[in-house]
């Protein structure tokens, strides 16, 4: 089956950086695009970065324009996020989801993502 399993995360202080890790098996990797989404506690999971299958394309969500970049690598399985300029309004609950659309476009809609990671806590003291 398809399994997503992250890695990083933590606790970091405010203009501080953290790199969260997706690796992904269970599915032919490079040829579905990636995402990261985030939800604070009493919020809605939002979107935060997308990228294609063949890492050409990135969307971001404004937010984060500027200080988080999204990358993959399509011999490993993974994507990762990194996290930049780090800012307490960042803090939430991190999460990689792998769209169902096979060579579709970056996405920031998440119901076209069909499988998600465990979720990685993010935590920013100001």
């Known amino acids: 089956q398809v399994q997503l399993v992250q890695s990083g995360g933590g606790l970091v202080q405010a203009g501080g950086s953290l790199r969260l890790s997706c690796v992904v098996s269970?599915?032919?990797?490079?040829?579905?695009?990636m995402g990261w989404f985030r939800q604070a506690p009493g919020t809605e999971r939002q979107f935060v970065a997308a990228i294609d299958w063949s890492g050409g394309r990135t969307k971001y969500a404004d937010s984060v324009k500027g200080r988080f970049i999204i990358s993959r690598d399509n011999f490993k399985n993974t994507v990762d996020l990194q996290m930049n300029s780090l800012r307490p309004e960042d803090a939430a609950v991190y999460y990689c989801?792998?769209?169902?659309?096979?060579?579709?476009?970056?996405?920031?809609?998440?119901?076209?993502?069909?499988?998600w990671g465990q979720g990685t806590q993010v935590t920013v003291s100001s």
């Open positions: 269970g599915r032919d990797f490079g040829h579905y695009g």
């Open positions: 989801g792998i769209d169902r659309i096979f060579r579709g476009p970056p996405s920031m809609t998440e119901v076209d993502y069909d499988y």
